[in-house]
């Protein structure tokens, strides 16, 4: 029989003879690509057919500068029998990813982005009839990102998971008419689903809950299987998760999650944080982080403002698009929109406003910093971009620059980008006065960690209060059980010293 051998960056096939492998085949002898895709690709990128003659691949055959600056990946099929290799999804420029055959042998499915460069674009469901080679947009009923599916038993059927106003949900898109039906409900994220007989095995998380595996029924009963950390629970008190509809500056309605501390007293005043995001597309919804943890933040009396704002998915293709080129328009407007009226209720002590996040998210606290009028009396940047132009240039995904940012800073005629770098959070150091502190890894190669650097040095020389945290053995991410708790630790001491007055009293 014929199985696949791990050997990154390659496939290979071996052929089992009964007495060990006989032969091995490597999918792309001699070719300077790879498959599954870097970073992030795995073997979900990869798929037999139903007859096993067959082999579909996800890999991205560009080199040198068009490897950096482009998204167009492609799903290519090996033939064991002719040896020949085909490109099904050649005329799509963006990228094609994660094939899968029915069950019948009929048909082959995929993700797909439209456009090259386009990494946030709207991740479709495409599938090709095998026989005809006609293929077909079949999620277009779902105004969002198919993250994960699984065909039925009978073909008939595609399940996927996707985010729509910040929960992620398992779907049902009948392949008879293309509709889509919501499977699951509730306040809370479904990442993934695998068909067991007649159910969904699928992990689900929330703001106030880690992974669990569930089994969901197709009426969309869910049992939940796994209880690790039940233990734990049972010992704490969540904060309240409450969703809100804002209307922002242009008139759209914005929602937005409000988590409050245990014990949340009205009449009493809190020390409120405003979260931004990153990304700059993912979605705001019911997830579940080890450093970003809306709970520890509301164990430690924090109310915590964490609102969708314009350049997420899940509230159609416009609102997730707005922000491309236009980094410091209404996305932050949005941000203002969400902490200004949470600062009218009376429980929000809105002298004591935060504001944090990371990748994107700390872009967006370095734009603040400039912007924000004297809303915050604190600041915490992980991970963020301080300067534009030296960004475009350092950053290992050129494609990203070239499309959020609108192309090259030195395109003088380029209205986008100009307007784009014009915005840079480096030009608004004259206007910081607040109290900084910036983390970043020394590997991170998406934003390099001397933007952090020259964000720390850039508030001394305007002698303001900061502080830097350097990982020198961290990415883009924290991972490290031992360095998240020293990030834990800093983060809530210097929020206490600059958002609690009473922590800084004489004991």
């Known amino acids: 029989m014929d199985e696949w051998v791990t050997g990154a960056p390659h496939p290979f096939v071996a052929d089992f003879d009964g007495k060990g492998i006989s032969n091995v085949i490597d999918l792309l002898d001699g070719q300077p690509y790879e498959s599954p895709m870097r970073p992030w690709g795995?073997?979900?990128?990869?798929?037999?057919?139903?007859?096993?003659?067959?082999?579909?691949?996800?890999?991205?055959?560009?080199?040198?500068?068009?490897?950096?600056?482009?998204?167009?990946?492609?799903?290519?099929?090996?033939?064991?029998?002719?040896?020949?290799?085909?490109?099904?999804?050649?005329?799509?420029?963006?990228?094609?990813?994660?094939?899968?055959?029915?069950p019948d042998g009929k048909y082959i499915a995929w993700q797909s982005m439209e456009r090259d460069g386009y990494e946030a674009d709207l991740n479709r469901l495409f599938i090709m009839n095998l026989e005809t080679g006609e293929k077909r947009f079949v999620s277009k009923a779902f105004e969002s990102n198919v993250d994960a599916f699984v065909w039925s038993a009978d073909a008939q059927t595609i399940y996927f998971t996707g985010v729509w106003h910040g929960e992620s949900h398992i779907y049902a898109l009948n392949l008879a008419n293309d509709s889509v039906k919501a499977i699951t409900s509730g306040v809370y994220d479904y990442e993934s689903a695998a068909l067991f007989g007649d159910k969904l095995i699928a992990k689900r998380h929330s703001m106030s809950m880690g992974d669990e595996i569930y089994a969901v029924a197709l009426d969309g009963t869910a049992t939940q299987l796994t209880f690790e950390n039940k233990a734990i629970y049972d010992q704490l008190e969540m904060g309240k998760v409450e969703s809100r509809w804002m209307t922002t500056t242009d008139g759209k309605q914005m929602l937005t999650w409000v988590i409050y501390p245990p014990h949340f007293d009205p009449n009493k005043k809190y020390p409120t944080l405003l979260f931004c995001e990153g990304g700059p597309q993912s979605p705001v919804s019911q997830f579940w982080s080890y450093r970003w943890n809306f709970q520890i933040m509301a164990a430690n009396d924090y109310i915590i403002v964490a609102p969708n704002r314009r350049g997420l998915p899940g509230f159609g293709v416009e609102w997730n698009e707005q922000i491309s080129g236009d980094y410091g328009g209404q996305c932050m407007k949005d941000y203002f929109t969400a902490i200004d009226e949470m600062a009218k209720e009376p429980y929000v002590d809105k002298d004591h406003l935060g504001c944090v996040g990371a990748s994107f998210g700390g872009f967006s606290v370095y734009w603040l910093a400039g912007q924000h009028n004297k809303r915050f009396k604190a600041f915490i940047a992980h991970d963020g971009i301080f300067n534009m132009e030296m960004q475009y240039l350092e950053t290992e995904e050129k494609w990203f620059a070239n499309w959020d940012m609108g192309g090259a800073y030195w395109e003088k005629q380029n209205p986008v980008a100009q307007r784009t770098f014009a915005n840079s959070p480096h030009r608004f150091v004259d206007k910081w006065d607040t109290p900084i502190l910036c983390i970043?890894?020394?590997?991170?190669?998406?934003?390099?960690a001397n933007q952090a650097?020259?964000?720390?040095?850039?508030?001394?020389?305007?002698?303001?209060p900061a502080e830097l945290l350097i990982y020198p053995d961290e990415n883009h991410w924290v991972l490290k059980p031992q360095n998240g708790i020293l990030w834990q630790r800093t983060f809530f001491e210097w929020l206490d010293k600059w958002l609690k007055p009473e922590a800084n009293l004489p004991k």
Request: aromatic share 10%; no cysteine.
């Open 42 to 102: 795995g073997i979900e990128q990869l798929a037999w057919n139903t007859t096993s003659d067959k082999i579909s691949y996800t890999s991205r055959k560009k080199t040198g500068l068009a490897y950096a600056t482009s998204t167009n990946s492609d799903i290519y099929v090996y033939d064991l029998k002719t040896k020949e290799t085909k490109n099904i999804t050649e005329e799509n420029k963006g990228y094609d990813t994660n094939p899968q055959y029915s």
């Open 440 to 448: 970043h890894g020394e590997k991170d190669y998406r934003i390099l």
């Open 453 to 464: 650097m020259a964000a720390f040095d850039a508030a001394i020389l305007r002698g303001i």
